[in-house]
């Protein structure tokens, strides 16, 4: 069983991740020296878009590191953050993006980002993210619960607005049991997932 924690350090692993996948298909993909550019170029966007992640979570707060799971550290209107295929910071909100993209870059100082708009705010997902962490813990809970025996973990995922768990199998009768016993909440999505190994 994974219980989900520190979701900064799997959004800062999400995003060096798919850098990387974009910068290995880009290797593959040409062995032009103008390629070569196309990837520095990107390389150095993934470090600009790096810098205002954390410019941007110390504008919510400047203990951001030691509250990163905390629902109150994020505004409402704040969906979450990713670097985009080209190294792009893109900021994701739910109110009027017009509005809300003039105070990002009072904060950021800068307009070197995208903002997208979303339905659910990153609050949102983290607090159906208490939800399951309050179930994983509960020592009332029997050790052979069927949510118990197949959960492989689960994390706010930024680029699809949701919360995303993670199954060993997936079935109707593990989803229900889930909606009953965990969580109803509409921005759960279930996905096959392998226990990770610990070592």
């Given at each position: 069983?994974?219980k989900?924690?520190?979701?900064?350090?799997?959004?800062?692993?999400?995003?060096?991740?798919a850098s990387?996948?974009?910068?290995?298909?880009?290797?593959?993909?040409?062995?032009?020296d103008g390629?070569?550019?196309?990837?520095?170029?990107?390389?150095?966007?993934?470090?600009?878009?790096?810098?205002?992640?954390?410019?941007?979570?110390?504008?919510?707060?400047?203990?951001?590191?030691?509250?990163?799971?905390?629902?109150?550290?994020?505004?409402?209107?704040?969906g979450?953050s990713?670097?985009?295929n080209?190294?792009?910071f893109?900021i994701?909100?739910?109110?009027?993006?017009?509005n809300?993209?003039?105070?990002?870059?009072?904060?950021?100082?800068?307009?070197n980002?995208?903002?997208?708009?979303?339905?659910?705010?990153?609050?949102?997902m983290?607090?159906?993210?208490?939800s399951?962490?309050?179930?994983l813990?509960?020592?009332s809970i029997?050790?052979?619960?069927?949510?118990?025996?197949?959960?492989?973990?689960?994390?706010p995922?930024?680029?699809?607005?949701?919360?995303?768990?993670?199954?060993t199998?997936?079935?109707?009768?593990?989803?229900?049991?889930?909606?009953?016993?965990v969580?109803?909440?509409?921005?759960?999505?279930?996905?096959q997932?392998?226990?990770p190994?610990?070592?």
């Amino acid at each position: 069983m994974l219980k989900s924690t520190n979701y900064a350090f799997l959004l800062l692993v999400t995003i060096i991740l798919a850098s990387c996948n974009q910068q290995k298909s880009n290797n593959n993909s040409s062995n032009t020296d103008g390629n070569s550019s196309e990837i520095n170029t990107i390389t150095q966007n993934n470090q600009i878009a790096l810098e205002l992640h954390d410019k941007l979570m110390n504008h919510f707060s400047r203990d951001w590191m030691e509250r990163e799971s905390d629902p109150d550290l994020y505004p409402n209107y704040y969906g979450g953050s990713f670097i985009d295929n080209n190294g792009v910071f893109v900021i994701a909100v739910t109110q009027n993006t017009e509005n809300v993209k003039e105070t990002l870059k009072e904060a950021l100082e800068t307009d070197n980002f995208k903002v997208e708009s979303v339905r659910y705010s990153y609050k949102e997902m983290l607090r159906v993210m208490d939800s399951i962490d309050e179930f994983l813990v509960n020592s009332s809970i029997p050790d052979d619960h069927i949510v118990l025996a197949h959960f492989a973990g689960a994390y706010p995922d930024v680029m699809e607005n949701r919360v995303k768990v993670l199954l060993t199998e997936v079935n109707q009768n593990i989803i229900n049991s889930f909606k009953r016993d965990v969580t109803n909440s509409q921005l759960v999505i279930f996905e096959q997932g392998e226990i990770p190994e610990l070592f």
